[in-house]
């Protein structure tokens, strides 16, 4: 069974400052998702990473992708507190099932 | 443009009843998934349906569980003598092709909870 690893679970970071989210996943996969949810709300979708070597950014977030290794990050630059949200990568394996990581819990403190 | 519309957004079942959830997906999209979620934990995928056609259900419990995707309407998410333990939030996504370039779009969920 795919594994889709997340670390940390919780992460609780100032603001101003930078950190990254790992996601690592056990099979082959060229499609990896990050989502963002909210408490009490729906799954947002952040970004979508689709071939090795992948980099994409938007805003404080950027997310990369390493086919070879099974990895892929989330990067935050200068945390502001509108940050804090639970994120989710999903990696897409033969296109019927996404499989979703564990969530990282990210508290941004003013 | 509506994006996936799920109802009802709480759901309060005995044990013993039966819980009925509904998905619409987004307008154009045929593809639809159910994925389940306790608290604190992610997603796990429950069952992938096409119209009228259940592509995967892997993630499906065997017993008191089962899904539909007619021709017209929404998709539907049963569960039959509901347990304790079916108390989750219950997602619905859609997209537009099976597997492509695209992210799946979410609804709102279902949070059901068993008394």
């Known amino acids: 069974e795919l594994k889709v690893e997340q670390n940390p679970l919780f992460l609780s970071m100032q603001e101003g400052k930078n950190y990254t989210i790992y996601c690592n996943y056990s099979t082959t996969s060229d499609r990896l998702y990050w989502y963002r949810q909210d408490p009490g709300k729906s799954l947002e979708s952040l970004f979508v990473?689709?071939?090795?070597?992948a980099v994409k950014q938007e805003g404080r977030l950027m997310a990369s992708l390493d086919t070879k290794a099974r990895l892929s990050t989330l990067h935050i630059t200068a945390a502001v507190h509108d940050l804090s949200a639970t994120y989710f990568c999903a990696v897409d394996i033969a296109g019927n099932q996404f499989y979703f990581g564990t969530g990282t819990s990210l508290t941004v403190i003013p | 443009n509506a994006g996936v519309m799920q109802n009802p957004r709480h759901l309060v079942r005995r044990r013993g009843q039966e819980a009925r959830l509904r998905c619409s997906p987004m307008?154009?999209?045929?593809?639809v998934y159910w994925y389940r979620q306790l608290p604190e934990e992610g997603l796990k995928f429950m069952v992938y349906?096409?119209?009228?056609?259940?592509?995967?259900e892997s993630g499906m419990p065997k017993e008191r569980f089962s899904a539909e995707f007619p021709k017209e309407g929404p998709s539907i998410l049963r569960i039959q003598q509901v347990v304790r333990g079916d108390s989750a939030a219950y997602f619905c996504?859609?997209?537009?092709?099976?597997?492509?370039?695209?992210?799946?779009?979410f609804g709102n969920g279902t949070r059901l909870t068993v008394t």
């Open positions: 307008k154009g999209h045929s593809h």
């Open positions: 990473l689709l071939s090795n070597g």
């Open positions: 996504a859609s997209s537009l092709v099976g597997r492509g370039n695209s992210p799946l779009h």
């Open positions: 349906l096409q119209k009228e056609n259940i592509i995967d």
